[in-house]
């Protein structure tokens, strides 16, 4: 009967996952996981096409290809979402978290899960967070304190919280996509960057960077989302599958990105090809207070609230 005969001949529903890192990253293993849990819970109903490295849609236009359902799972850094809600940027404060934990505290609380559907008017929907970690300042010659970044061009996100943060200590802040940094590294057209240490070392930016200040200065996490278009149209039993095993998937890439801060930190200095920068307390101090004034100018645009939120996460 033709109409039975739908279902067994039916294509499975591809699930596409772009993002821009490698694969031995956390975001890349996480995703490979969500991919091979979702093939193994519905079978021949879904798949999922993981596209690493910018390969399919980069930093320019991920998230407008989410929105025209060209993709249907993205994972873009928190700091990427500016043009869709201004309360994530609370995760660029510089100096605002002690810490990883601190940064989880927040995300579980009841406020960090709001932000979760801080996009639903602009159709995006907010299914978790995953970690890398803190970032590190790199550049071609050591940068103790905010003098030496006077003058130097950094590409950073495009965020406005970033560029303002590195206003702060006079330096030229240039907003270009993930997949560019290497080369604008490489050809000197920029001076430095802030990364993690995960990203720092799957793109290979300490071989063309001198000097790794270690200055934990922010965070760099990602939201996993999806299109509200997308995510309506799943059945109700398999939306919750789908949502199990990307939970499942974050686990471990928190676990990854846990043991990443260490791993690829020691990788990079094991190779010798950049120098770590120590900071002692006093200059890490001298760069908390040329920073932290980037906090009143976005308060308001943030939420007083969602920062002092995200603050009591340090204790
Ligand atoms: C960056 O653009 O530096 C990062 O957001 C890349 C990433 O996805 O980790």
Redesign the pocket.
């Known amino acids: 009967m033709l109409v039975s005969s739908f279902s067994v001949f039916a294509e499975p529903v591809e699930i596409k996952f772009s993002?821009?890192?490698a694969e031995n990253?956390p975001?890349g293993q996480m995703a490979l996981k969500f991919k091979e849990l979702v093939e193994q819970r519905l079978p021949g109903e879904y798949t999922v096409s993981v596209f690493p490295s910018s390969q399919l849609f980069g930093?320019n236009n991920e998230l407008a290809a989410l929105l025209l359902n060209d993709v249907q799972i993205v994972?873009?850094?928190l700091?990427?979402f500016e043009r869709y809600t201004k309360k994530l940027q609370v995760f660029d404060l510089p100096f605002l978290f002690e810490d990883m934990a601190a940064v989880d505290r927040f995300q579980q609380s009841e406020e960090g899960q709001k932000l979760l559907n801080s996009m639903n008017r602009k159709g995006i929907v907010g299914l978790g967070y995953l970690h890398?970690g803190m970032k590190q300042f790199s550049a071609h010659a050591p940068l103790s304190t905010p003098a030496d970044a006077s003058g130097k061009k950094f590409r950073i996100?495009a965020s406005d919280v970033i560029a303002a943060q590195f206003d702060a200590v006079k330096a030229i802040p240039v907003k270009k996509?993930?997949s560019e940094?290497f080369t604008l590294l490489q050809t000197r057209a920029i001076d430095g960057?802030e990364?993690?240490w995960?990203?720092i070392y799957s793109m290979k930016f300490y071989e063309v960077q001198s000097h790794i200040t270690e200055s934990n200065h922010g965070v760099?996490d990602?939201m996993l989302v999806t299109s509200n278009t997308f995510w309506k149209s799943l059945p109700k039993d398999k939306r919750d599958i789908i949502k199990k095993s990307l939970d499942e998937a974050v686990v471990l890439g928190n676990e990854i990105a846990a043991a990443k801060e260490g791993e690829d930190k020691q990788a990079i200095l094991d190779s010798k090809r950049s120098e770590l920068v120590s900071l002692t307390a006093e200059e890490r101090q001298q760069w908390v207070n040329a920073m932290k004034p980037v906090w009143t100018k976005f308060e308001s645009q943030i939420g007083k609230d969602v920062i002092d939120a995200a603050q009591a996460a340090n204790k």
Request: hydrophobic share 30%.
């Open positions: 993002h821009v890192v990253t975001k930093d994972a873009p850094s700091s990427k890398n996100m996509p993930f940094v960057q990364n993690t995960s990203n760099l990602y």
